[in-house]
């Protein structure tokens, strides 16, 4: 079976959705928040800042369609503390 035949088949719920782009949301912010912090180069602080309010714009719906945040997984704190 073809990846295309896969994903036609494939049923995803709402709830499955919200609930797999939270954690991706919240690693962004916080991945933004410390780009913000810690890089000197404005062009990068810039295109953080805009990401930084994607991904805080993305939290803000999910958790007003009543998304719950989950915990930070070992790998996220992972990624986040190189």
Do not use: H, Y
Not at 41 to 46: I, P
């Amino acid at each position: 079976m073809n990846t295309q035949s896969l994903s036609a088949t494939a049923t995803v719920t709402e709830e499955a959705f919200r609930n797999g782009v939270m954690p991706r949301a919240q690693l962004s912010k916080l991945a933004c928040e410390i780009a913000i912090e810690k890089t000197i180069q404005e062009d990068v602080k810039q295109f953080a800042g805009w990401e930084l309010m994607e991904a805080a714009t993305v939290i803000n719906v999910l958790k007003d369609l009543g998304t719950v945040a989950p915990p930070m997984s070992a790998n996220a704190e992972a990624f986040l503390s190189q």
